[in-house]
C-alpha cells in the first residue's frame, strides 16, 4: 500500500507559478511512476505530467512547456512546478502512484484556482 498526500494548492493570478508537492509513504520502495491529473466538474480526471524511475518524463500537450514535473527518491516526494499559469488550468489536481506489481494508489487531490 501507498499513501499519498498533496500540498501547494491555491489561489493565483494568470501568469503566476505554484508547486504542487506529493508526498508517498507506505511500500514507497515499489514506486515506478509518479503522475499528476486534474480535473474540474463535471469533466472526467485528464491527465497532466509523469515521471518514471528512469526520469523519464511525459507531459499534457496543454502544460509543455510550462510545467516541470520531477521527484526527489530521497524524500519520496514527486512535485509539479506549475509556470505562466492560464484560467484555464483551474481544476483539482490530483497525484497518482503506480507500483512495480502496477497498483495505482491516488491522493485526495488539492485545489488549484488562476484567476484572470
Known amino acids: 500500500q501507498v499513501q499519498l498526500v498533496e500540498s501547494g494548492g491555491g489561489l493565483a493570478q494568470a501568469g503566476e507559478s505554484l508547486r504542487l508537492s506529493c508526498a508517498a509513504s507506505?511500500?514507497?520502495?515499489?514506486?515506478?511512476?509518479i503522475g499528476w491529473f486534474r480535473q474540474v466538474p463535471g469533466k472526467t480526471r485528464g491527465f497532466v505530467a509523469d515521471?518514471?524511475?528512469?526520469?523519464?518524463?511525459n507531459y499534457a500537450d496543454a502544460v509543455k512547456g510550462r510545467f516541470t514535473i520531477s521527484r526527489d527518491n530521497a524524500k519520496n516526494t514527486g512535485y509539479l512546478e506549475m509556470n505562466s499559469l492560464k484560467p484555464e488550468d483551474t481544476a483539482v489536481y490530483y497525484c497518482?502512484?503506480?507500483?512495480?506489481?502496477?497498483?495505482?494508489?491516488w491522493g485526495h487531490g488539492t485545489q488549484v484556482t488562476v484567476s484572470s
Open positions: 497518482n502512484v503506480i507500483t512495480s506489481v502496477l497498483s495505482n494508489f
Open positions: 515521471i518514471d524511475n528512469l526520469g523519464i518524463t
Open positions: 507506505g511500500s514507497i520502495s515499489s514506486i515506478k511512476t
